[in-house]
Structure formats: structure tokens, C-alpha cells
């Protein structure tokens, strides 16, 4: 594992020279660390570059860690990952991605994640992403996550973006069961010339069955963004989709949500907020002792949690 | 401590809001500003703070010109404000905001102490957004906190009274009395309420722009009682800062 690695681990996952549980370190398209657990069994797809994530059904209480890094121009990593969440489990996947790039070649990391969530089972997913590096090539993550619910399973994804990614398209296609739930928290930060399409299809299939997607965004310089999520009711449901985004002159933020409501006892709402940092927040920073810029840094922060 | 030397001011439309204002505060005084709506009461709290800038006068704080100084300035000078309309932060937690506050990491105990003072149970908010999911009335003491949290020589409160929903005001009269007689904090209290005025050092009427009258006696207490009646009549400094 080489030291621009290490260093991206340490910002997107609680790398500290280990991890804790099951894990995968993938550099550059390909494994440069390994480890199963007893319950947890992690191994290379037999059709395609990748994973096979086994967690074996009762499963509580543990982690495992498919960080992923490029960290030269001129390289695309692709990588198919499939978590197989036996029923009754409950445990925290982290799948966080770093592209690191000097040159003028671009760099990117393509990860398609695909969740199967067995009865009863309980996963948190937790991604964040960054690019770093001063070279000129285009750094990118495109990652799609396509996520199987069945009855009473909870997907929790915690995702973000922290900045320095040239480049992102962000594709999330959830098909949920009965009593089923999916909860998104998103958070992008995009500056410069940046770019950032976020896109989720959301499907209640079952009764019961729910999503509450939240997206928090700051769009910087003159950097763009744009937001679509749809929500699907087929059956007595509830959806909820939120896209708050903080624009700065010059950006730009597309946001449409949608609903389709293909069942009388699907309730359904959908919020979108873009605007400036309101006047009135800063001001009151600013009577706590705080500069403009601090009270600007301090909202945004809070803002993108 | 405090000293507003022929303060002037105007709107952007230019309607002349304060006339010529002087006004003193002495050291560690409560001091209760009423009078008609309009009649330049928030103007002035905000010029004290530096969120407005005199259009000419000037303003001395501890013996500091402090008229060309910002509002950052100002409230590092030791000048806190409390809005009269407080504001939601989307992200922000309660503690962190009265960790801003108070300009250092607190305790919980620290924080239950601060908003236990104001009525509100604090573990149920530590972790809770200053955003649209609380109340009026608790934002308005997430408001109250904040400024309690700083520590500051001199406070300007701007109608602490509104928006105060289930809280009474015996309450929130208790917390003046706290920060004035044990704290020995200076306090400007912008307020139209008979039991807030009844606490003053000194109360002062602005009328037209200008300080019309000052005291605490009966005689005083009936001429503010007597402005009651002329809310209407005044230019309409509200439609600027939301009185």
C-alpha cells in the first residue's frame, strides 16, 4: 500500500494504520489488504472485477470496511461489490473512496454496489468520498448503489462528498419491501469548476414500506449541481425526499424531485430549498464575535454536517 | 459605560428614524428603552451593536470610540445582542451554537446550566437542529441563551418579551434580575412590558427619534403608560426590522 493510500484512508474511513472487522483495501484496481471474519466472508467475484460480501444471517454488531483509491492519473478503476446481508443481521458497512491525482491524465473510480438486505436485516452504510492532488487531470467517482430491501429491513446510508472531486455522477436505485425502510443522508460539496449529478429511484413496493431521502448540498465558485430523485408508491407507504442546497453566486443547482403515487394510501412529499446563505445568519454570527467568513465557514460546516 | 453622542439616522428610504439621539448608560445599570412603535427603539439597539452605522454621532463604550468599529468588532468589544426576531440554522445543534457563543467548548453540565436558565430541560437539545423543527418559543430562548453564554460586560436585549410562549414572564424577569444584580452586567433592554420597566435602574422614552424623557418614578411610569396609546402614530421603523 503506498503513502498517498494511506492518507486517503485516514480521511474517508477510521483508518489508523488497521481496521477493525472485515475488510478490503482496494488500490488502484486491485487488493492490496484483506481480511474475513467469522461471520463476515469477503471474496473476489468469479465474472467481474470485485467483491462478494458474505454476512452470514444473526450477524450483529460488526463492521466491514471496501475503501477504495486511485491514486495516480490515467487510471479508471471499475469495481462491482455485492453485499449478501443474511436476516436478522445488523451491521455497519464503510465503503469510502479517494482519488488522488498529479497529472494531467484523468483519474477516476467507478463503484457499483449492489445491497441485498435479508428479512429483519439492519445495515448502515456509510461512503464518503474526496479528491486530492494538484495535477490537472480530471478527478472522478462515479458510484451507483442498487439496493434490494425485503420485509422489514432498514438500509441507513450516511453519504458524502468532501470536496476536491472534479466530477461525480451519483446513481441510487432502492427497491423496497414491506415494512421496509430506506433512510439517505447525502451531503455534496462542489467549488470551482466542479461538477455533481445525484440521482435516486426509490421504489415502495410493499406495505408499510418507506424512504426518507435528505440532501444537503453547497455549491461553490461556479460549480454546478444537480439533484433528481424519484419516488415511487406502490402500495400504503410513506416517501419523503428533501434537497436544501446553499448556492454562491455564479453556481448553478438543478433540483427536481418527483413522486408518482401508483396507490390511493401512498403518502408522498418532496421539499426543495436553494437560496444564499441568508443575511440574517451570518449577522447573528457575527454578534457572537465571529467574522463574516468565520460565520460563512461555520454555517456551511454545520450545513454539510 | 455607555455613551450615544447626537446620534442620527435614516432609512433607505429616507425617513429620519433617530434625530440627534443622546443617551448614556451607566456601569452595571438595567436600563429599560421604550416607547410608540416606530419610534426608533430597535434602530438604536442595532446601532449599538454595530449593526446599523449612525448617519452622524458617535458612540463610546468603556471610554472606546467604538462608532467606526463592525459588528464582529463590537461584539468582541464585549457588546452582545439579543434578536428581537431570532434566526434557524439548518446544520447547526444547539450546543454548537452556544459553544460559538460562549467562544470555548462547554460541559453538559455547563449547557444545562446556561439554557436551564430559560426554562428549557437542555439534554432534550443539545442535539437538536436551531432549525424549523422547534418551537417560536424555544428558539427565542436558544436566543436568550446565547447571549447569557457570552459573558459580556453589556447586553442589548431587543423585546426579549415576544415570542415568549409557555414561559412566563416571571421567568424571564428572574434571568434580568440574575445577570443585573448577580452578575453585575449591564443591561439595554428594548420593551413595551409594565413588569420589565418595573425593574429598571432607569427607564428612558424615545418619542419622534429622540430620548423624550427618563426616570423611574410614578410620574415616569405614567407618561410611558401614556405613549402606549400612540403605537400607530409613529413612522413605521417596523417594516425595516420586523418590530
Given at each position: 500500500?503506498n503513502?498517498?493510500?494511506?492518507?486517503?484512508?485516514?480521511?474517508?474511513?477510521?483508518?489508523?494504520?488497521?481496521y477493525?472487522?472485515?475488510?478490503?483495501?482496494?488500490?488502484?484496481?486491485?487488493?492490496?489488504?484483506?481480511?474475513?471474519?467469522?461471520?463476515?466472508?469477503?471474496?473476489?467475484?468469479?465474472?467481474?472485477?470485485?467483491?462478494?460480501?458474505?454476512?452470514?444471517?444473526?450477524?450483529?454488531?460488526?463492521?466491514?470496511?471496501?475503501?477504495?483509491?486511485?491514486?495516480?492519473?490515467?487510471?479508471?478503476?471499475l469495481?462491482?461489490?455485492?453485499?449478501?446481508?443474511?436476516?436478522?443481521?445488523?451491521?455497519?458497512?464503510?465503503?469510502?473512496?479517494?482519488?488522488?491525482?498529479?497529472?494531467?491524465?484523468?483519474?477516476?473510480?467507478?463503484?457499483?454496489?449492489?445491497?441485498?438486505?435479508?428479512?429483519?436485516?439492519?445495515?448502515?452504510?456509510?461512503?464518503?468520498?474526496?479528491?486530492?492532488?494538484?495535477?490537472?487531470?480530471?478527478k472522478?467517482?462515479?458510484?451507483?448503489?442498487?439496493?434490494?430491501?425485503?420485509?422489514?429491513?432498514?438500509?441507513?446510508?450516511?453519504?458524502?462528498?468532501?470536496?476536491?472531486?472534479?466530477?461525480?455522477?451519483?446513481?441510487?436505485?432502492?427497491?423496497?419491501?414491506?415494512?421496509?425502510?430506506?433512510?439517505?443522508?447525502?451531503?455534496?460539496?462542489?467549488?470551482?469548476e466542479?461538477?455533481?449529478?445525484?440521482?435516486?429511484?426509490?421504489?415502495?413496493?410493499?406495505?408499510?414500506?418507506?424512504?426518507?431521502?435528505?440532501?444537503?448540498?453547497?455549491?461553490?465558485?461556479?460549480?454546478?449541481q444537480?439533484?433528481?430523485?424519484?419516488?415511487?408508491?406502490?402500495?400504503?407507504?410513506?416517501?419523503?425526499?428533501?434537497?436544501?442546497?446553499?448556492?454562491?453566486?455564479?453556481?448553478?443547482v438543478?433540483?427536481?424531485?418527483?413522486?408518482?403515487?401508483?396507490?390511493?394510501?401512498?403518502?408522498?412529499?418532496?421539499?426543495?430549498?436553494?437560496?444564499?446563505?441568508?443575511?440574517?445568519?451570518?449577522?447573528?454570527?457575527?454578534?457572537?464575535?465571529?467574522?463574516?467568513?468565520?460565520?460563512?465557514?461555520?454555517?456551511?460546516?454545520?450545513?454539510?454536517g | 459605560?455607555?455613551?450615544?453622542k447626537?446620534?442620527?439616522?435614516?432609512?433607505?428610504d429616507?425617513?429620519?428614524?433617530?434625530?440627534?439621539?443622546?443617551?448614556?448608560?451607566?456601569?452595571?445599570?438595567l436600563?429599560v428603552?421604550?416607547?410608540?412603535?416606530g419610534?426608533?427603539?430597535?434602530?438604536?439597539?442595532?446601532?449599538?451593536?454595530?449593526?446599523?452605522?449612525?448617519?452622524?454621532g458617535?458612540?463610546?463604550?468603556?471610554?472606546?470610540?467604538?462608532?467606526?468599529?463592525?459588528?464582529t468588532?463590537?461584539?468582541?468589544?464585549?457588546?452582545?445582542?439579543?434578536?428581537?426576531?431570532?434566526?434557524?440554522?439548518?446544520?447547526?445543534?444547539?450546543?454548537?451554537?452556544?459553544?460559538t457563543?460562549?467562544?470555548e467548548?462547554?460541559?453538559?453540565?455547563?449547557?444545562?446550566?446556561?439554557?436551564?436558565?430559560?426554562?428549557?430541560?437542555?439534554k432534550?437539545y443539545?442535539t437538536?437542529?436551531?432549525?424549523?423543527?422547534?418551537?417560536?418559543?424555544?428558539?427565542?430562548?436558544?436566543?436568550?441563551?446565547?447571549?447569557?453564554?457570552?459573558?459580556?460586560?453589556?447586553?442589548?436585549?431587543?423585546?426579549?418579551?415576544?415570542?415568549?410562549?409557555?414561559?412566563?414572564?416571571?421567568?424571564?424577569?428572574?434571568?434580568?434580575?440574575?445577570?443585573?444584580?448577580?452578575?453585575?452586567?449591564?443591561?439595554v433592554?428594548?420593551?413595551?412590558?409594565?413588569?420589565i420597566?418595573?425593574i429598571?435602574?432607569?427607564?428612558?422614552?424615545?418619542?419622534g427619534?429622540?430620548?423624550?424623557?427618563?426616570?423611574?418614578?410614578?410620574?415616569?411610569m405614567?407618561?410611558?403608560?401614556?405613549?402606549?396609546g400612540?403605537?400607530?402614530?409613529c413612522?413605521?421603523?417596523?417594516?425595516?426590522?420586523?418590530?
Amino acid at each position: 500500500m503506498n503513502e498517498i493510500t494511506k492518507e486517503l484512508l485516514r480521511s474517508i474511513s477510521d483508518w489508523s494504520g488497521a481496521y477493525e472487522g472485515a475488510y478490503n483495501i482496494r488500490e488502484n484496481g486491485c487488493s492490496v489488504g484483506r481480511s474475513s471474519s467469522d461471520c463476515i466472508k469477503i471474496e473476489n467475484k468469479s465474472d467481474a472485477p470485485g467483491l462478494e460480501i458474505r454476512i452470514l444471517p444473526g450477524t450483529k454488531g460488526q463492521s466491514v470496511s471496501i475503501p477504495a483509491c486511485v491514486t495516480a492519473g490515467g487510471i479508471d478503476d471499475l469495481t462491482y461489490n455485492d453485499f449478501y446481508v443474511g436476516e436478522d443481521s445488523d451491521v455497519l458497512i464503510i465503503a469510502g473512496c479517494g482519488v488522488h491525482n498529479e497529472s494531467g491524465e484523468p483519474a477516476r473510480h467507478n463503484g457499483i454496489h449492489r445491497f441485498f438486505l435479508g428479512k429483519g436485516s439492519r445495515v448502515k452504510y456509510v461512503e464518503k468520498h474526496i479528491g486530492t492532488g494538484s495535477g490537472k487531470g480530471i478527478k472522478s467517482i462515479d458510484p451507483v448503489t442498487e439496493a434490494y430491501l425485503e420485509e422489514g429491513s432498514t438500509l441507513e446510508m450516511d453519504s458524502s462528498q468532501i470536496g476536491g472531486v472534479d466530477s461525480t455522477v451519483r446513481v441510487t436505485r432502492v427497491k423496497v419491501a414491506a415494512g421496509a425502510r430506506l433512510l439517505v443522508r447525502e451531503r455534496i460539496l462542489t467549488e470551482h469548476e466542479q461538477n455533481a449529478h445525484t440521482e435516486f429511484e426509490v421504489e415502495l413496493n410493499g406495505k408499510d414500506s418507506g424512504a426518507d431521502i435528505i440532501s444537503r448540498s453547497v455549491a461553490r465558485d461556479r460549480s454546478k449541481q444537480t439533484y433528481k430523485s424519484v419516488i415511487i408508491g406502490n402500495a400504503p407507504c410513506t416517501g419523503h425526499s428533501e434537497c436544501d442546497a446553499i448556492i454562491d453566486d455564479g453556481a448553478i443547482v438543478d433540483a427536481s424531485p418527483s413522486l408518482f403515487a401508483h396507490h390511493a394510501d401512498a403518502a408522498l412529499i418532496h421539499e426543495a430549498a436553494v437560496g444564499k446563505i441568508a443575511g440574517e445568519q451570518i449577522l447573528k454570527l457575527r454578534t457572537l464575535g465571529l467574522t463574516e467568513e468565520e460565520a460563512e465557514a461555520k454555517i456551511i460546516a454545520g450545513f454539510l454536517g | 459605560m455607555l455613551s450615544l453622542k447626537n446620534i442620527s439616522w435614516s432609512s433607505p428610504d429616507n425617513r429620519e428614524i433617530l434625530k440627534g439621539l443622546d443617551l448614556t448608560v451607566g456601569d452595571g445599570k438595567l436600563v429599560v428603552i421604550t416607547g410608540p412603535n416606530g419610534s426608533g427603539k430597535t434602530t438604536l439597539a442595532r446601532i449599538i451593536a454595530g449593526i446599523e452605522h449612525p448617519d452622524s454621532g458617535s458612540i463610546f463604550f468603556d471610554g472606546r470610540d467604538i462608532t467606526d468599529l463592525d459588528v464582529t468588532e463590537r461584539a468582541r468589544a464585549g457588546i452582545s445582542y439579543a434578536f428581537q426576531q431570532p434566526v434557524r440554522f439548518k446544520g447547526i445543534t444547539v450546543k454548537k451554537l452556544m459553544e460559538t457563543a460562549a467562544g470555548e467548548s462547554l460541559s453538559e453540565r455547563k449547557l444545562c446550566e446556561i439554557l436551564g436558565t430559560v426554562g428549557l430541560c437542555a439534554k432534550n437539545y443539545l442535539t437538536r437542529e436551531v432549525n424549523a423543527t422547534l418551537s417560536g418559543g424555544e428558539i427565542k430562548r436558544i436566543e436568550l441563551a446565547t447571549v447569557i453564554a457570552r459573558r459580556t460586560k453589556l447586553t442589548v436585549f431587543d423585546e426579549p418579551e415576544a415570542g415568549i410562549d409557555l414561559w412566563s414572564f416571571k421567568s424571564l424577569i428572574e434571568v434580568f434580575k440574575n445577570l443585573h444584580k448577580d452578575q453585575g452586567r449591564t443591561l439595554v433592554i428594548i420593551s413595551h412590558q409594565e413588569r420589565i420597566l418595573r425593574i429598571a435602574d432607569e427607564i428612558i422614552l424615545i418619542d419622534g427619534g429622540r430620548v423624550s424623557g427618563r426616570g423611574t418614578d410614578t410620574a415616569m411610569m405614567d407618561k410611558v403608560m401614556a405613549q402606549g396609546g400612540m403605537k400607530a402614530a409613529c413612522c413605521k421603523e417596523e417594516e425595516y426590522f420586523g418590530e
